[in-house]
């Protein structure tokens, strides 16, 4: 087992990045209905017209209000968990432990893994998706302002080795969050329903996701050419998914990513709930909890992190009593927001639903297909390349994976041991890689389900009550907030 390498900011993209967070913010009165005005000292505005700005067109201006007019009251709070990097045995089984959860529906918690490539199982890829989460793209090399070829070889190798249909790999966070304009711009030329990768640390920087039509809300402009080129892009259709800080209460230092490494469990519990609570009894902006979970998994020869992981879990279970939380997919989040539904009715949406393929035999899909307690038993490829090595339902690569050539295989058709692509026309969980077969292609309305969701009780909602506490005093110099931000980056990241 390797522990994915843990990169730390040089001294000048540190430099670059609070220079990209620090600002002072003078934010208009923004009610609904009205144009939305969000100005910084440089000069540089961001503006969107409600009324043009519609998602009937795929346009969402900015906001710190629930979409579709509904009250605070009538909106779900959803919970959005992400983990970055690579998917091994140990770190997918953190996540599993994190998600251990179950939604209004009875359905399991959802989440979602930024994907780079390097030291990452390609099996436990395509079991991750198949069990209903999200797979999306961190480029191949876990590079900062990555090239159009880091983006894109990363998202062939999750299709080719992963099994992860390429319409279904939306979304990127950029290594670091170090991402520009020409980020953007690939995003959208390369089909990328989103981006992740916009830091916010302040209340007035807590927005539900908006599209990139009228450019970036939540950013320091001005400073450096490289901030003004990104501020002043507008990108017509393509999402874009805030991260928001969680407020240290004791120092007033906002943490973003691995909250969990900054203060005892204890501590870190309160800051967690102080900040979901002024979500919650806010405008229930989606709650963010950000993941590296290599931080959370014991290897032997380091300290025991067993402490911070159960008491991020106990946060977790904690606001997942509540009636209307909901943890989701970044994909399910954007469905949700396209077509935005009361918190009463979300239980009836298809796409939270959790089903599982009826096969009557065990098939290389990600899944314990015959309910033997084993997954993909004795079919998954063993490829080994002296320093990487993985399991994959797929073709093993002929050399070393190498964002040059993500997809190098080493058997070709026709020939002993081939297993056979995924086609367009078909999901993984019912592909067959080894028969060639699809058992139900996307098109069909036959395809046979088991439901997997647990039972609720009687009104549909989760057991357990609303425990709301007041909200924390968040008034903090903006200024501090973000070079606060930025150091506690530094550290983590």
Same mark, same amino acid.
């Given at each position: *087992?390797?522990?994915?390498?843990?990169?730390?900011?040089?001294?000048?993209?540190?430099?670059?990045?609070?220079?990209?967070?620090?600002?002072?913010?003078?934010?208009?009165?923004?009610?609904?209905?009205?144009?939305?005005?969000?100005?910084?000292?440089?000069?540089?505005?961001?503006?969107?017209?409600?009324?043009?700005?519609?998602?009937?067109?795929?346009?969402? %201006?900015?906001?710190?209000?629930?979409?579709?007019?509904?009250?605070?009251?009538?909106?779900?709070?959803?919970?959005?968990?992400?983990?970055?990097? $690579?998917?091994?045995?140990?770190?997918?089984?953190?996540?599993?432990?994190?998600?251990?959860?179950?939604?209004?529906?009875?359905?399991?918690?959802?989440?979602?893994?930024?994907?780079?490539?390097?030291?990452?199982?390609?099996?436990?890829?395509?079991?991750?998706?198949?069990?209903?989460?999200?797979?999306?793209?961190?480029?191949?090399?876990?590079?900062?302002?990555?090239?159009?070829?880091?983006?894109?070889?990363?998202?062939?190798?999750?299709?080719?080795?992963?099994?992860?249909?390429?319409?279904?790999?939306?979304?990127?966070?950029?290594?670091?969050?170090?991402?520009?304009?020409?980020?953007?711009?690939?995003?959208?030329?390369?089909?990328?329903?989103?981006?992740?990768?916009?830091?916010?640390?302040?209340?007035?920087?807590?927005?539900?996701?908006?599209?990139?039509?009228?450019?970036?809300?939540?950013?320091?402009?001005?400073?450096?050419?490289?901030?003004?080129?990104?501020?002043?892009?507008?990108?017509?259709?393509?999402?874009?998914?805030?991260?928001?800080?969680?407020?240290? &209460?004791?120092?007033?230092?906002?943490?973003? *990513?691995?909250?969990?490494?900054?203060?005892?469990?204890?501590?870190?519990?309160?800051?967690?709930?102080?900040?979901?609570?002024?979500?919650?009894?806010?405008?229930?902006?989606?709650?963010?909890?950000?993941?590296?979970?290599?931080?959370?998994?014991?290897?032997?020869?380091?300290?025991? $992190?067993?402490?911070?992981?159960?008491?991020?879990?106990?946060?977790?279970?904690?606001?997942? +009593?509540?009636?209307?939380?909901?943890?989701?997919?970044?994909?399910?989040?954007?469905?949700? *927001?396209?077509?935005?539904?009361?918190?009463?009715?979300?239980?009836?949406?298809?796409?939270?639903?959790?089903?599982?393929?009826?096969?009557?035999?065990?098939? %290389?899909?990600?899944?314990?297909?015959?309910?033997?307690?084993?997954?993909?038993?004795?079919?998954?490829?063993?490829?080994?390349?002296?320093?990487?090595?993985?399991?994959?339902?797929?073709? %093993?690569?002929?050399?070393?994976?190498?964002? $040059?050539?993500?997809?190098?295989?080493?058997?070709? +058709?026709?020939?002993?041991?081939?297993?056979?692509?995924?086609?367009?026309?078909?999901?993984?969980?019912?592909?067959?890689?080894?028969?060639?077969? %699809?058992?139900?292609?996307?098109?069909?309305?036959?395809?046979?389900?088991?439901?997997?969701?647990?039972?609720?009780?009687?009104?549909?909602?989760?057991?357990?009550?609303?425990?709301?506490?007041?909200?924390?005093?968040?008034?903090?110099?903006? &200024?501090?907030?973000?070079?606060?931000?930025?150091?506690? *980056?530094?550290?983590?990241?």
């Amino acid at each position: *087992m390797r522990i994915s390498p843990h990169h730390l900011f040089t001294t000048e993209i540190t430099f670059i990045f609070i220079l990209f967070l620090l600002k002072d913010t003078i934010i208009a009165q923004q009610q609904e209905d009205t144009f939305v005005i969000h100005s910084d000292t440089s000069g540089k505005s961001y503006q969107c017209d409600p009324t043009t700005c519609q998602l009937v067109n795929n346009c969402l %201006c900015a906001s710190k209000n629930p979409p579709n007019h509904l009250s605070p009251q009538d909106t779900p709070q959803f919970v959005t968990i992400t983990f970055d990097d $690579s998917i091994q045995p140990t770190l997918i089984q953190t996540a599993f432990n994190l998600l251990n959860v179950s939604n209004p529906n009875g359905c399991s918690g959802k989440g979602t893994w930024f994907t780079s490539i390097q030291y990452t199982d390609f099996s436990l890829v395509q079991q991750w998706y198949s069990h209903g989460h999200e797979i999306a793209d961190h480029t191949f090399n876990h590079i900062g302002d990555p090239s159009e070829d880091e983006i894109t070889s990363c998202r062939t190798a999750l299709n080719t080795y992963g099994g992860i249909p390429n319409n279904k790999i939306q979304g990127f966070r950029a290594p670091f969050l170090n991402f520009t304009s020409q980020t953007l711009d690939i995003l959208k030329k390369q089909n990328f329903m989103y981006d992740s990768s916009s830091a916010s640390a302040t209340p007035n920087d807590v927005y539900w996701p908006y599209t990139l039509d009228h450019g970036i809300a939540n950013h320091y402009c001005g400073g450096s050419t490289t901030s003004d080129l990104l501020c002043n892009i507008k990108i017509p259709g393509l999402w874009e998914i805030p991260m928001h800080a969680v407020l240290d &209460s004791t120092t007033g230092i906002p943490q973003l *990513m691995d909250v969990y490494m900054a203060g005892s469990p204890n501590d870190v519990f309160q800051w967690n709930m102080n900040t979901f609570n002024n979500h919650y009894n806010g405008s229930r902006q989606p709650f963010g909890i950000y993941i590296h979970p290599t931080h959370l998994t014991n290897y032997p020869g380091l300290p025991d $992190s067993k402490p911070k992981l159960d008491g991020l879990i106990s946060f977790i279970q904690s606001i997942a +009593n509540k009636q209307d939380v909901w943890f989701v997919t970044n994909q399910q989040l954007l469905q949700w *927001m396209k077509n935005p539904v009361k918190a009463s009715e979300l239980k009836n949406q298809k796409y939270l639903e959790c089903q599982q393929p009826v096969i009557n035999k065990e098939i %290389c899909n990600g899944l314990d297909d015959n309910d033997n307690g084993q997954i993909d038993e004795g079919l998954t490829h063993d490829c080994n390349f002296g320093t990487t090595t993985f399991k994959t339902c797929f073709n %093993c690569p002929s050399t070393t994976l190498d964002y $040059s050539r993500p997809k190098s295989l080493s058997i070709q +058709n026709g020939t002993i041991g081939n297993r056979y692509p995924l086609p367009e026309n078909c999901d993984t969980q019912w592909w067959d890689p080894i028969e060639n077969k %699809c058992l139900c292609d996307t098109s069909s309305s036959q395809c046979q389900y088991k439901d997997t969701a647990l039972p609720t009780s009687d009104s549909g909602s989760k057991k357990g009550q609303n425990n709301s506490a007041s909200k924390s005093d968040l008034t903090i110099e903006h &200024s501090m907030a973000y070079i606060a931000l930025a150091t506690s *980056m530094y550290a983590w990241l």
